[in-house]
Each structure stands twice: as C-alpha cells, then as structure tokens.
C-alpha cells in the first residue's frame, strides 16, 4: 500500500515515521512546510493533493493536520474551520475519486458541552461547546457525506516525545518552578502519540490484508482515567522533579475562552473488536514516553 501522511511534523505524524520503518508499506510524509523526510502540502488545495496523490499511487490517507490551538480558534473560525472541515473534505474527496481509504483524526472535544460521568461511546450524540470541538465535528461531518471509504478515530489528550504536549509542559514547569496550579475537575485518558500510531498502523495492516475499510467512527486513547491533576503529578514523579509541589484547582481558576470538558473518557470497545487490539494503561505508556525523553536528553 502506498500511505500518505499529512501533518508529518506535528507529535503524532512524527510517531508515524516512527512506526512506518517497520512496514512493508511505501509511506510519503507531508506538512504544509518542507522539512527534512517531509514534503510540502497544502491540504486545502484539492488540485495539489490530486497531483501529489496520483504521483505516489496513493492508496490511503492518514490525515494527522489539525488546527488544535483551543483557545485561538475561538477567535479564528474561519481558520479553524478551513484546516478542520474543509482540508479533510478536500482528502475525502480525492479519496472517493480514487477509490481509497481516509484515515481521519478527530477528538473528544466534539463531546465538549455533553454532561457524561460514564465512557463515551461513538454513537453518543455530538455537543461540542467551543470552535475547535464545532470545527473538528464538521470536518467529520464533511468526510461521511463524501462517500469515500473513510475511518474516523476520535482520541483525547495527546501527548509524545516531541512537540507541545502536557507532558513536556509539565517536565518544564516542574523542572523550574517551586510550584504550580492544575485543574482536578476535568477527566479524560491520556493518549501516547506511539500508542495512536500503532493503531493506526493495524488500521493500514487491516486494509492491507482484508481489502475491507471497516468504515465508520473509532474511539483511541490509552485504557484508564484520571484528571489533569493526578496526570501532572505522575509526569513529574516519572521525571524525578519532587522539589515542585502541584496543587489542584477548578477549571473556574484557570481562565479560558472556551469550556472544556469535564468528563471525557473515551469506550475503546469497537476499536479493540473490529482490528484486534491491545491498549496499553496510560501510566504504562507515560513510563515509556518519561523514557524515551530522558535518553534524548542524556
């Protein structure tokens, strides 16, 4: 199969690079800007994604770009909306023309103004409560009325090696700081960027071997929850920073410009029936996240 990859230097299309050296699969890594292995892509140019994919035979899509900066996006609609709907639209369409598969990540901020104290599961009905949940719904939205073999993996609070992620933010901030103030009334599952890759991977392995996209809508993070508070307070245990106290706190004492969720989990259960898979616990993938990190940095 011939894979293209778009958001290649964002956390979870470098996690693919990462899991794309094991395949049997001839991979191309794009972002909008070229870098090295990454060719340069605009996702919003349908012309140049029809050109770019009849010149690398590309069978699937996996499509890792997003606008993912909450906060701005609740003042940049039309931005958010241009890279979260109508991008992946313009994947879902060269992907129906040639008859493909895409591959979609979407998020669960498109439960954002649902009240839920239980896992969420794909066929709850969407709430999203700011612009990024609202423009990340549409681009889902705008894939399935395309008509083109399409699978849809919503995942939560991710997190890897590189990039800005919470992980990072918080080996900083302890690392530098007596103490610090993180929210205990939000829940979710963290989501190791190495952990979504591989499921991504047994997605292609599955079309691969099966000729079957079991469209649809998926549900990935890693097994387990806790709040942000107990997810700071075990990055900063795993890296050894005793020195920073973390207190917890409402989302009221965290200003925003958009509400997040408060309870987030995500139900794994049709993901791990229809491509067999086993999901790591959140502290065990944060472990080997803390890991990899601390060996880059020897």
């Not at 103030?181 to 392995?205: E, M, N």
Request: proline share 4%.
């Amino acid at each position: 199969m011939n894979v293209l990859v778009t958001g290649a230097g964002g956390q979870l299309g470098t996690a693919m690079r990462g899991v794309s050296g094991g395949s049997e699969d001839n991979y191309v890594f794009t972002d909008i800007s070229e870098a090295r292995g990454i060719s340069a892509l605009d996702i919003t140019d349908i012309g140049a994604v029809r050109r770019c994919c009849k010149a690398n035979g590309t069978d699937i899509i996996v499509n890792c770009a997003a606008y993912t900066d909450v906060d701005a996006a609740e003042n940049d609609y039309d931005g958010a909306e241009r890279l979260n709907a109508y991008a992946p639209a313009c994947l879902a369409e060269v992907m129906r023309e040639s008859g493909g598969l895409l591959i979609h990540i979407s998020t669960d901020y498109v439960f954002g103004d649902s009240p839920c104290d239980t896992p969420c599961r794909e066929d709850l009905p969407a709430a999203p409560a700011g612009v990024y949940g609202l423009t990340k719904l549409h681009g889902e939205q705008r894939i399935l009325e395309s008509g083109c073999n399409s699978v849809i993996v919503r995942t939560a609070w991710l997190y890897g090696e590189t990039g800005r992620n919470f992980c990072r933010t918080v080996i900083n901030l302890t690392s530098s700081r007596p103490s610090l103030k993180v929210v205990a009334d939000q829940v979710g599952t963290p989501t190791y960027a190495g952990d979504l890759a591989s499921a991504i991977a047994a997605v292609i392995d599955d079309y691969r071997k099966h000729g079957n996209s079991h469209n649809g809508i998926y549900h990935y993070s890693n097994e387990g929850s806790c709040s942000w508070y107990e997810f700071a307070c075990r990055i900063r245990d795993l890296w050894g920073n005793d020195g920073c106290e973390i207190r917890p706190c409402t989302s009221a004492e965290y200003p925003s410009p958009v509400r997040r969720p408060a309870y987030s989990v995500l139900d794994k259960t049709k993901i791990k029936r229809t491509f067999g898979l086993e999901i790591p616990s959140w502290d065990t993938s944060l472990r080997k996240c803390i890991d990899n990190i601390r060996n880059e940095t020897a």
